[in-house]
């Protein structure tokens, strides 16, 4: 085992003690639970059939310990509940490292096919999001995807997040324990937009001089009537203060109804973002101004959201029997609830937006700090000025297993704008663009990369790597991938620096007329302000570098033919590729 396998096994291992311990609490609980009960029944039947004082101070002293013994126990099982998800949390990470796929969600419903995240496969199954996510809720899930797809373009922003990042994952303790949080209290999807807009409607109550006297007039009318009714045994005052009470509430039950229809069912998910925030509080904030801020919003928002959660819970308990028929007409119990929610939203209507999203962005640490943490060998990035360059040696992709990578040095834009790379079919061009893209985004949301140095300047990135024809749109392949090749010169004029990745383009013509096509598409890619990266199979591109010296390097991916069996090596070299493997392949399976 590796020192994080060790790490995470032992971690398992004191967690599952901790919960076998729980459970064994909960079971001595029950058993005292049963015997307060069991008391209490034996003081009521004895203070039955024979008042006596002594009797009264047992049922009062099992009363009091069943009520004791049945909070803990709600405590005790919330803690086993939550060691419960720490537990599946670090088998989650040693089932990854041994191979097998993360439990969190991929983030498929983030890849609409279009933009870079889908030639680099940034989303779905085995993605860059499925290795780094361990969002739970749904703004921690938007967060990661919005950033992957909007990288940090500005130098001091992404070492500033390169710094809350290196914080964060020294702390993996507390970072587990805001994960297991927000799974303990996981519940299904629930958008806020509604809640929102609520915000931003009248407050009717509290406009109201009326509804402000009869909050405390009225229920004080019906104690008094309630009283009298047995002082002087006149049942109908009874009525009277249900009619009153009723009659407030009706008046307003329309108004009720829409805010608590919103509100309702709304407790779990108030909860657990409240709780999330309540961990997140107890971070070292180090040096980190992004992590500071962050800590600064949460102390406010914890305490408020989960005030809001209660508020929600007694909106759910409104139907109650007990509450609707007893509680609601002398109490003005709906009454009570909205004046509560009126405040509330009064006080923090302008800060409920920034405090969901913040959430979402704990939720976005807590994944980038377990990737971080996780790979301790990737090297953080140094960001230039000035210059348009990334420089990086033995660069691998982060998806691929050490075993399996080779990595590859890259050096474009110190002497020339664009690498035209060349070489047969499956001998690596496609994975070495992927790489240097997945690379570039993470750098780019302040990560460490898989690479032993990485320098780079912030660049948008472009590509058309994967085409899709449309039958939707009546697009075929050809003019999908014209449009897409026009998305990406509109992108780059419109950019002051931008990547572009380029695989084997114009598939659909002639041979002339393609290499015509992807000559005329390379000369407006070095005009423009952008490094590329060109891959093909037309070797006649490659007399480019000659009629652009300063600006084409030609590199390449060769395959090599050893004891009749095809070889690849993997790695990048300069030149032009001069092996063919497809006639090989072709003989070798008896198609020719």
């Known amino acids: 085992?590796?020192?994080?396998?060790?790490?995470?096994a032992e971690k398992l291992a004191s967690s599952e003690k901790v919960y076998e311990k729980l459970k064994q609490l909960l079971a001595y609980g029950s058993?005292?639970?049963?015997?307060?009960?069991?008391?209490?029944?034996?003081?009521?039947?004895?203070i039955f059939h024979g008042f006596q004082w002594s009797w009264l101070f047992l049922f009062l002293f099992s009363f009091a310990g069943f009520l004791g013994i049945i909070s803990w126990y709600v405590n005790t099982k919330n803690k086993l509940q939550y060691q419960t998800q720490l537990n599946y949390l670090f088998k989650n990470e040693l089932a990854q490292l041994k191979g097998s796929p993360n439990q969190f969600d991929d983030g498929t419903s983030f890849d609409d096919g279009g933009g870079f995240w889908s030639d680099l496969d940034l989303f779905g199954k085995g993605s860059l999001f499925h290795k780094i996510n361990r969002t739970v809720t749904a703004y921690g899930k938007s967060a990661l995807s919005d950033q992957f797809k909007n990288n940090l373009l500005e130098k001091q922003s992404i070492l500033d997040q390169q710094e809350a990042i290196k914080i964060y994952s020294n702390q993996m303790s507390l970072v587990e324990s805001v994960v297991a949080t927000a799974l303990l209290y996981k519940t299904e999807y629930v958008s806020f937009d509604a809640l929102f807009d609520w915000l931003d409607t009248p407050n009717h109550l509290h406009q109201s001089k009326w509804a402000k006297i009869v909050r405390y007039a009225l229920p004080v009318l019906n104690i008094i009537l309630i009283i009298l009714v047995f002082v002087l045994g006149n049942n109908s005052l009874l009525g009277i203060a249900f009619v009153l009470g009723w009659s407030q509430i009706v008046f307003y039950a329309k108004y009720f109804?829409?805010?608590?229809?919103?509100?309702?069912?709304?407790?779990?998910?108030?909860?657990?973002?409240?709780?999330?925030?309540?961990?997140?509080?107890?971070?070292?904030?180090?040096?980190?101004?992004?992590?500071?801020?962050?800590?600064?919003?949460?102390?406010?928002?914890?305490?408020?959201?989960?005030?809001?959660?209660k508020i929600s819970s007694r909106i759910d308990q409104r139907l109650n029997l007990f509450l609707i028929t007893i509680v609601n007409p002398i109490f003005l119990y709906d009454i009570q609830n909205m004046f509560a929610l009126e405040s509330w939203k009064m006080k923090h209507q302008h800060n409920l937006p920034k405090w969901i999203q913040l959430v979402g962005e704990i939720?976005?640490?807590?994944?980038?700090?377990?990737?971080?943490?996780?790979?301790?060998?990737?090297?953080?990035?140094?960001?230039?000025?000035?210059?348009?360059?990334?420089?990086?040696?033995?660069?691998?992709?982060?998806?691929?297993?050490?075993?399996?990578?080779?990595?590859?040095?890259?050096?474009?834009?110190?002497?020339?704008?664009?690498?035209?790379?060349?070489?047969?079919?499956?001998?690596?061009?496609?994975?070495f663009l992927r790489t240097v893209g997945v690379n570039l985004i993470m750098a780019q949301i302040g990560l460490p990369v898989s690479a032993s140095s990485f320098s780079f300047s912030p660049m948008q990135i472009f590509s058309s790597i994967r085409i899709s024809d449309s039958l939707q749109e009546s697009t075929s392949y050809f003019m999908a991938e014209l449009k897409k090749l026009s998305a990406i010169k509109i992108g780059v004029q419109n950019r002051q620096s931008s990547l572009v990745l380029i695989d084997e383009i114009l598939r659909g013509t002639n041979s002339d007329d393609k290499y015509y096509g992807s000559a005329q598409f390379v000369k407006e890619m070095i005009a423009l302000n952008c490094l590329t990266l060109f891959a093909t199979h037309d070797l006649k591109l490659s007399e480019l570098e000659t009629a652009f010296p300063d600006k084409v390097s030609n590199f390449c991916f060769e395959s090599v033919i050893e004891n009749d069996e095809l070889i690849f090596g993997y790695k990048i070299q300069r030149g032009v590729a001069k092996n063919r493997n497809a006639s090989f392949l072709m003989k070798k399976m008896g198609i020719i």
């Open 363 to 431: 939720e976005k640490m807590n994944s980038y700090a377990f990737y971080a943490f996780n790979n301790v060998t990737n090297t953080y990035p140094t960001i230039l000025e000035n210059i348009r360059q990334i420089k990086a040696t033995d660069l691998s992709h982060p998806l691929i297993a050490k075993e399996k990578n080779i990595p590859n040095d890259l050096t474009i834009g110190e002497s020339n704008k664009l690498l035209l790379i060349t070489g047969s079919n499956m001998s690596g061009k496609t994975t």
């Open 31 to 46: 058993a005292a639970r049963l015997f307060f009960f069991a008391l209490m029944g034996f003081a009521i039947y004895q």
């Open 1 to 8: 085992m590796n020192d994080l396998e060790i790490y995470y």
């Open 257 to 309: 109804q829409t805010d608590f229809n919103l509100l309702g069912k709304k407790e779990n998910i108030l909860k657990q973002y409240a709780h999330i925030l309540d961990k997140f509080e107890k971070i070292d904030i180090g040096n980190s101004e992004i992590l500071k801020t962050h800590q600064l919003t949460a102390k406010q928002a914890h305490i408020a959201i989960e005030g809001l959660s």
